[in-house]
């Protein structure tokens, strides 16, 4: 198995064919989310308008496009600066991604504000601005986040398809299954080197994954109370790894939360891609009180 790179990932298809609409192909623009640079971060799909496309054109766009992800703009209130969106792989629809690419791409179109998008795992309220270098970043804030335990078949069963054992995690930060719009289970490495050692079963853990359902797991390594590395496998997406997991960044903001170990508005940082080669910064809004996590990052548009 490689672990530096997505499966099927495809940057030089622009268009596919549209399947049950109009018969037009559709735009697909592609931006790469928390990151400032181009050869950084986690590159996405984004339609703008998909309108006229049905859930199976959709997700034959996402396959063809081999991203981890596109998201796709199927309803929009311009004036309200609302819209409707949904998310898929190249393998299946997920119900929420947290990338920031959608509302940067509609910011670059409308200009900075706050947008509202609703997406099959809830309303997702964003904010975009641009910082003092000019680029756009955004801010989403997440459904109730909600975390508990592992069960021991649920860890044990992954723990395999890793090829990890009970010693290569931290005791200090017990194995949760976390949801943010999606369930990720949460997995903390005790060392740098086990999370950069990565070569699991993609089969073995893509049938755990289905099996409980959940969108990514999270593996993380604690650098300090407020910076963490991580690493996200999503076989059940039809690639080896995601550079950067907004949805997954929001669930292990409630994971945090929800173990006490914020017990004041904070802000936690999340460094993913590294060890694919694409270095992602996560930012992630943390208030003890409130359920809801914060996620923001930056995100620019690719070359075609």
């Known amino acids: 198995m490689t672990n530096d790179t997505t499966a099927t990932a495809n940057d030089t298809a622009t268009t596919a064919p549209a399947h049950g609409g109009s018969g037009a192909a559709p735009e697909i623009l592609r931006y790469s989310a928390f990151t400032r640079t181009p050869d950084g971060g986690n590159p996405a799909g984004v339609v703008l308008d998909a309108s006229g496309l049905d859930a199976a054109a959709m997700l034959a766009v996402a396959a063809e496009v081999g991203y981890s992800e596109t998201a796709f703009v199927t309803a929009a209130d311009q004036d309200a600066r609302r819209f409707t969106v949904r998310y898929f792989s190249p393998l299946a629809e997920v119900a929420f991604c947290g990338h920031a690419t959608v509302a940067v791409a509609l910011a670059d179109r409308l200009g900075p504000g706050d947008l509202t998008l609703d997406t ?17 970043q955004a801010t989403l804030t997440s459904v109730p986040t909600r975390s508990r335990q592992a069960l021991a078949e649920e860890l044990e069963a992954t723990l395999a398809a890793l090829g990890w054992s009970a010693s290569d995690l931290d005791p200090a930060l017990p194995p949760h299954v976390a949801f943010g719009g999606n369930d990720h289970l949460v997995l903390a490495a005790a060392s740098r080197e086990r999370l950069a050692a990565l070569d699991y079963d993609f089969d073995a853990l893509a049938e755990v994954m289905r099996r409980y359902g959940w969108t990514t797991v999270d593996l993380v390594w604690r650098e300090s109370p407020r910076r963490f590395h991580a690493r996200n496998p999503f076989p059940v997406g039809g690639v080896v790894e995601d550079p950067a ?27 993913q891609g590294e060890d694919m080669g694409r270095p992602s910064d996560l930012v992630i809004g943390v208030t003890p009180e409130d359920a809801r996590i914060r996620v923001t990052g930056a995100a620019v548009l690719l070359p075609r």
Do not use: H, N, Q, S
């Open 120 to 136: 099959p795992a809830g309303t997702i309220a964003v904010t975009t601005a641009t910082d003092g270098a000019g680029a756009v």
């Open 245 to 271: 997991t907004g949805a997954a960044a929001a669930a292990f903001g409630g994971y945090l939360r929800a173990l006490g170990l914020v017990t004041e508005p904070a802000e936690i940082t999340v460094r």
